[in-house]
């Protein structure tokens, strides 16, 4: 290995070459981010970062809601289905808020969801029926709502929304956050510096630009 990269070099095989020079910037930036000086904040600077950082650091909205399907595989019309089922309801001014299961078609997953975060719901249901689902409100049967299995209606019972965390509930993202933004900030500082150090031309057009 080591006769076979001295020719490599020899022959000047890295020079050119675009997956050499990405590594050589990974290597780079590595090592420049890696030789930062070890320092930990005081609490007082910790609290600083928190109050400058603070709408990062929320606690996520939650939902809790039932809900009646229709599968668009079992049924032509699913959506027009839906729609008939939520005039019945709302002309019956049913309130009821379990699943009723002489209403819609089986489905895989529960029919009454508790304390979902609208990431918990994406996944189960895809992005685009939680972020309907976050407009929602509360108390009334409401759709249809089309999910990646196809359409819902939907019952919310309770929506808890998005709150800051505390200092406390947040420290550990903090500091792994202020690590962070130090090695970002002495990278930084040191590419000016190596930027001082080197000057770079640039052929363009047959001329040299600096």
Request: charged share 20%.
């Amino acid at each position: 290995e080591e006769v076979l990269l001295r020719q490599a070099l020899a022959l000047g095989l890295e020079q050119d070459d675009v997956i050499v020079r990405r590594r050589l910037l990974q290597k780079v930036r590595f090592f420049i981010e890696n030789s930062r000086p070890l320092s930990e904040p005081g609490e007082a600077q910790l609290q600083q970062f928190y109050r400058a950082e603070q709408q990062r650091y929320l606690r996520p909205a939650r939902l809790s809601f039932s809900h009646y399907y229709f599968s668009s595989d079992q049924r032509p019309e699913a959506r027009a289905d839906a729609q008939q089922a939520l005039r019945q309801l709302l002309q019956n001014h049913n309130t009821e808020k379990s699943s009723d299961n002489t209403i819609g078609d089986p489905f895989m997953l529960a029919p009454a969801m508790r304390g979902q975060t609208p990431a918990d719901i994406a996944a189960l249901f895809g992005h685009g029926f939680s972020q309907q689902l976050i407009g929602l409100e509360p108390g009334s049967w409401q759709g249809p709502i089309a999910s990646t299995y196809g359409w819902h209606l939907v019952y919310i019972q309770q929506h808890q929304a998005s709150a800051p965390l505390s200092f406390a509930e947040a420290k550990t993202e903090l500091l792994k956050d202020w690590r962070q933004a130090q090695n970002r900030a002495y990278a930084k500082a040191q590419l000016s510096q190596l930027k001082a150090a080197y000057k770079i031309q640039i052929e363009s057009a047959g001329q040299d630009k600096q």
